[in-house]
């Protein structure tokens, strides 16, 4: 049965913005959830993309290993994602502004100024 993540991306941070210290399965899911928003920040505006981040979820004891589709909501506060072949789903509130947040960058590579 595949399971649903409700995520804040600040939980996973210190006070600075760096990861926080946390064991090897903590530190696994931020990465995994941070990739998911790196992808789908640079491309803001687009309606769900497939990303390169694979599912890490291990039905019958082996790695999913499909790639993530994941998109903004609307109004821009959550990235909803969910893998296409396992079922696997989660929403990430609280990604702006974090070491993942990849719009200024997509912005600044696109602008013509």
Not at 44 to 66: E, K
């Amino acid at each position: 049965m595949p399971n649903t993540w409700i995520t804040d991306l600040r939980h996973y941070l210190d006070e600075a913005g760096e990861l926080a210290p946390m064991s090897g399965p903590a530190l696994e899911l931020a990465l995994f959830q941070g990739a998911i928003v790196s992808w789908v920040s640079s491309l803001a505006g687009q309606d769900s993309i497939r990303t390169n981040v694979p599912c890490r979820r291990r039905p019958r004891a082996g790695r999913c290993g499909a790639e993530i589709e994941a998109a903004i909501e609307r109004g821009g506060q959550h990235i909803a994602w969910k893998c296409p072949r396992c079922g696997d789903s989660g929403r990430i509130h609280g990604w702006q502004e974090t070491r993942w947040d990849r719009r200024r960058i997509s912005d600044a590579r696109f602008s013509t100024e």
